[in-house]
T-cell receptor, first 110, second 115 residues
Framework: GEDVEQSLFLSVREGDSSVINCTYT??????LYWYKQEPGAGLQLLTY?????DMKQDQRLTVLLNKKDKHLSLRIADTQTGDSAIYFC??????????FGPGTRLSVLP | KAGVTQTPRYLIKTRGQQVTLSCSPI?????VSWYQQTPGQGLQFLFE???????NKGNFPGRFSGRQFSNSRSEMNVSTLELGDSALYLC??????????????FGPGTRLTVL
C-alpha cells in the first residue's frame, strides 16, 4: 500500500517546540515533503528531504528521517501563534503521484 | 511573479449538474495537478497535466476529467454531480511535474458545494 499516517491533532504552548510525526508504508519513496495549510488557503511547501538524508534544517524547521522505521518528523522551534495550521506529510516517487497524509492540526496556545 | 490562481473561489451546484473549474499556473510552469480535499478522505490526487497531455491519473470515476491548454492553463470538469463531490478542489503548478523533488505551488482552491 501507499499509506501515509499522521496523528490528527497537536497542541503546544507558544515558545515551545512542536514535533509533528509521520509514518509511511511504501519503502520505494524517495522524496518526503512537509506542507502547511492555513485556513482558507492552499498548501504551502515548507521543506522536503531526499530519502538518502537523515536530517535537514531550515531556520526554525528541522526534518528528521528514520528510514528503517519509515518515520519522518518535523520539528518547529520556538512555535508561534502564526504556526497554527494543518501540516501535511507527503511522499513522492519516480513516475508516481504525490500521496498525502491526513494532516496534523497544530494549535498554538498563548 | 503571480501565484497560482483558481476561479471561481466558491461554487454552489445541484445534483446532476456539471461544473468546470479553472486554474492558471505560475508563469513558466508547464505542469498542473488537481487534488480533491474533503474532511473524510483528506487530500486525494485527481490528475496531472504536462504540456497539454495527461501524465498521471488518480483513482476517480470518469465523471472527473480535465484538460490543459497551450498556455498551460488547465480546467477540470465534473459531470453529473453527486453530493459526495462537495469538496475543496486544489490546483498545483510546477515547472517539471512529477513527485520527484518537485516543488509544487498550490492555488487557494475552489470550494464546491453540491446540494
Amino acid at each position: 500500500g501507499e499509506d501515509v499516517e499522521q496523528s490528527l491533532f497537536l497542541s503546544v504552548r507558544e515558545g515551545d517546540s512542536s514535533v509533528i510525526n509521520c509514518t509511511y508504508t511504501d519503502s520505494s519513496s524517495t522524496y518526503l515533503y512537509w506542507y502547511k495549510q492555513e485556513p482558507g488557503a492552499g498548501l504551502q511547501l515548507l521543506t522536503y528531504i531526499f530519502s538518502n538524508m537523515d536530517m535537514k534544517q531550515d531556520q526554525r524547521l528541522t526534518v528528521l528521517l528514520n528510514k528503517k522505521d519509515k518515520h519522518l518528523s518535523l520539528r518547529i522551534a520556538d512555535t508561534q501563534t502564526g504556526d497554527s495550521a494543518i501540516y501535511f506529510c507527503a511522499k513522492g516517487d519516480y513516475g508516481q503521484n504525490f500521496v498525502f497524509g491526513p494532516g496534523t492540526r497544530l494549535s498554538v496556545l498563548p | 511573479k503571480a501565484g497560482v490562481t483558481q476561479t471561481p473561489r466558491y461554487l454552489i451546484k445541484t445534483r446532476g449538474q456539471q461544473v468546470t473549474l479553472s486554474c492558471s499556473p505560475i508563469s513558466g510552469h508547464r505542469s498542473v495537478s488537481w487534488y480533491q480535499q474533503t474532511p473524510g478522505q483528506g487530500l486525494q490526487f485527481l490528475f496531472e497535466y504536462f504540456s497539454e497531455t495527461q501524465r498521471n491519473k488518480g483513482n476517480f470515476p470518469g465523471r472527473f476529467s480535465g484538460r490543459q491548454f497551450s498556455n498551460s492553463r488547465s480546467e477540470m470538469n465534473v459531470s453529473t454531480l453527486e453530493l459526495g463531490d462537495s469538496a475543496l478542489y486544489l490546483c498545483a503548478s510546477s515547472f517539471r511535474g512529477g513527485s520527484l523533488g518537485n516543488e509544487q505551488f498550490f492555488g487557494p482552491g475552489t470550494r464546491l458545494t453540491v446540494l
